[in-house]
């Protein structure tokens, strides 16, 4: 069983900075992919970016690629997402998930999320 808490969501000016932090409990966390997603109001939640397990292996949506950097510490059994020169329209409620491998993140363990507000 493993159980995921979102932080370090707020509220930021457009081109400000954030970094979520997604700490979980359980051993098995540092042998499951790590990812964020983010829904906003009105809108499909979607995927933002994932880590593997190992953090060798990430990915980033289009819309963030540049600009958000995904990492992991395995020691501390932590995901953060470094989010930079944010938007408007990265504004949302961003929760993070984690799978084994080979199981969909749908199927996986989610936080109850944070918000992050970015003001124009």
């Known amino acids: 069983q493993v159980q995921l808490v979102e932080s370090g969501g707020g509220l930021v000016q457009a081109g400000g900075s954030l970094r979520l932090s997604c700490a979980a409990s359980?051993?098995?966390?540092?042998?499951?992919?790590t990812g964020w997603f983010r829904q906003a109001p009105g809108k499909e939640r979607e995927l933002v970016a994932t880590i593997s397990w190992s953090g060798g292996n990430t990915y980033y949506a289009d819309s963030v690629k540049g600009r958000f950097t995904i990492s992991r510490d395995n020691a501390k059994n932590t995901v953060y997402l470094q989010m930079n020169s944010l938007k408007p329209e990265d504004a949302a409620v961003y929760y993070c998930?984690?799978?084994?491998?080979?199981?969909?993140?749908?199927?996986?363990?989610w936080g109850q999320g944070t918000q992050v507000t970015v003001s124009s």
């Open positions: 359980g051993r098995a966390f540092s042998s499951y992919n």
């Open positions: 998930a984690a799978a084994p491998s080979g199981r969909p993140y749908a199927h996986g363990y």
